[in-house]
């Protein structure tokens, strides 16, 4: 990994203006640098990937959650993962399980996304051959995510729901067309951002408005710039942590560090389960891992604690 051969993303690189024009060159621009950095220098994802797909999950999750006008934030759907145990959860909880589910899946139109139709209880026939051609027929990443989205949204029904599929299918086409292994949460993460909101009560774009291409530009503008700074920390923050796991003398430590590396958040009982130890070990290899600076602690509770990046 080189860390710090990463550089920020140029500042002209996030969109000033609503010219359409301007959004595209920022967004192709910002795309660019991220698609470079996804690939790494050896052609491979680098080592935290797998955190930054989901802690950019998470993002998209409280972006949606607020489009319904849900009121759980950020730690509350951390917490809601993570120390529920796998069950029955929220309807923002669900929102939250739909990203995490997503960034797993192949970056592939097919059979695989009608599953987070599924999630949101779209019970639609979701033509995916349809969608799929759309998405590989469009000239470029940018234009086939605003045409799968728009294409998506008028194979459902009205709804908060659809939106938020369509988002889905934009991220699925935009990395199918830049042959990324897996699709990145990035459409939803920015489309609540203040600067897309236009007219009088201030309404988002939808995939239905004719400027629907523009919106997207400019949003996938936003979201790479934020998912770009957010890859830059996890760089250094994944380098500290294997900088220290040779001296780790715990049984199974060597898994706490993938797990780290692979998700947003851990908890010591997940960490114990799966790495064959026992929750003591677990809780006290967290606390070293702290004092070293190599893992954070992310809920700041005394109790129930959840450790990440």
Known sequence: MHAFE????PRWTRPQSGDPRAAAVCAGAGLALFDALLRGADGGEPVYAGCLRQRLAL???ESCAALCRLREDAAALRDAEHLAGG????TAGRLHRLFRLYTSLPARLDAA???TAGLLGLNEAID???LAEVATTAPDPLTAAARGSAAAIKLCSPSTDAQIFAFVVADFALARRLDWARPVPL????????SLRRGVGGRLPRPSDA???AAVAFAYALAVA????LALDLARRAQKLLSVAPVLRAKGARRVVDLLLCDDGVTPAAAAARAGMSDRAARRLFERLVTLGAARELTGRETFRIYGL
């Open 187 to 194: 459409l939803a993460v920015a489309m609540a951002h203040p």
């Open 59 to 61: 993002r998209a999750a």
């Open 128 to 130: 995916i051959r349809a």
């Open 87 to 90: 069950v029955e959860t929220s």
């Open 226 to 229: 934020e998912a770009h700074a």
């Open 6 to 9: 990463i550089q920020p993303l």
């Open 211 to 213: 400027d629907w291409p």
């Open 113 to 115: 996304i009608l599953r």
